[in-house]
């Protein structure tokens, strides 16, 4: 019975999730189309949501990690943990960094024509930030299957790196040091 509620409450959200990734593409389109001098402010206003969006599942998930790996396998505390790193991961870490990835191009092109030092250097960090995305969604897999292999001192040093990479490319874009 738990399981099979757990099952209609996890196709809810991912159905309301569906629902807002839907309607965030519609009125954006509509405002696009409505209003296209005045899209700029509201991409950027978009884009700036969705990063904070996806940092803080960045930095929630590791954290995620450090407890679960203390779980024993198979363990009900190690369910939850497996649900609540997946619905993370899914529901907002994943479509966050899309929405990051579509809005932050489109501003690049149309705000600075992809020029600038301190854009190529933003956008290599963004990748490793993407790159570091791809490692935790792999462990999400890892820790599913119960097959993390890594110790909870290692989730705490990657617990790190999005901040590292988060102040990196703060000062890229507010300072353009080059």
Not at 61 to 77: C, T
Not at 90 to 111: E, Q, S
């Amino acid at each position: 019975m738990t399981e099979t509620t757990n099952e209609n409450s996890a196709g809810q959200a991912m159905k309301r999730m569906l629902i807002g990734i839907v309607l965030l593409v519609v009125l954006t389109a509509l405002l696009f189309l409505v209003a296209p001098d005045s899209f700029y402010p509201w991409a950027k206003a978009i884009h700036v949501i969705a990063v904070i969006a996806w940092m803080a599942g960045m930095l929630y998930l590791p954290r995620l990690f450090v407890y679960h790996v203390d779980a024993e396998k198979g363990s009900e505390q190690s369910e939850t943990f497996k649900v609540m790193e997946r619905r993370l991961l899914r529901a907002i870490i994943n479509p966050a960094m899309t929405v990051t990835w579509v809005f932050g191009l489109w501003l690049a092109w149309k705000g600075f024509g992809f020029q600038g030092g301190w854009l190529h250097a933003k956008i290599l960090a963004v990748l490793l930030l993407s790159g570091l995305h791809g490692y935790l969604a792999g462990a999400v897999r890892k820790f599913a299957e119960d097959k993390n292999e890594k110790p909870a001192r290692h989730w705490r040093i990657v617990n790190e790196l999005p901040t590292l990479l988060m102040i990196v490319i703060v000062i890229l874009v507010i300072v353009k040091p080059f």
